[in-house]
């Protein structure tokens, strides 16, 4: 079973940064597909990012392309979400996810989920 938890949330102003860590805990198989989605108050929840097991393929939401950048270590099981040139836009509750799969995915049908950590970006 895996178990994930986001962190580095936080407030920030408009054109600031933030790095957000999605620790994993239990077995990840090789073919597991990270990713980070994100939700607004009454919106659907979004896709952000996704990343394969060796961190050789990325796929990123137009909203975020060039400002986003996820990235994983395997050995410490974390995958991040470097976030620059924040946006008011960007405010939302950002979740982890993992999915048994070799294919980036940027459905919300993902296997394990995390609890979310807000981010707010003032203007």
């Known amino acids: 079973q895996v178990q994930l938890a986001e962190s580095g949330g936080g407030l920030v102003q408009a054109g600031g940064s933030l790095r957000l860590s999605c620790a994993a805990s239990g077995r990840i198989l090789s073919s597991y597909v990270m990713a980070w989605f994100r939700q607004a108050p009454g919106k659907e929840r979004e896709f952000v990012a996704a990343?394969?097991?060796?961190?050789?393929?990325?796929d990123y939401a137009d909203s975020v392309k060039g400002r986003f950048t996820i990235s994983r270590d395997n050995a410490k099981n974390t995958v991040y979400l470097q976030m620059n040139d924040l946006k008011p836009e960007d405010t939302d509750v950002y979740y982890c996810?993992?999915?048994?799969?070799?294919?980036?995915?940027?459905?919300?049908?993902?296997?394990?989920w995390g609890q979310g950590t807000q981010v707010t970006v003032s203007s």
């Open positions: 996810a993992a999915k048994l799969t070799w294919q980036l995915s940027r459905s919300n049908e993902y296997d394990y």
């Open positions: 990343i394969n097991l060796s961190g050789g393929r990325t």
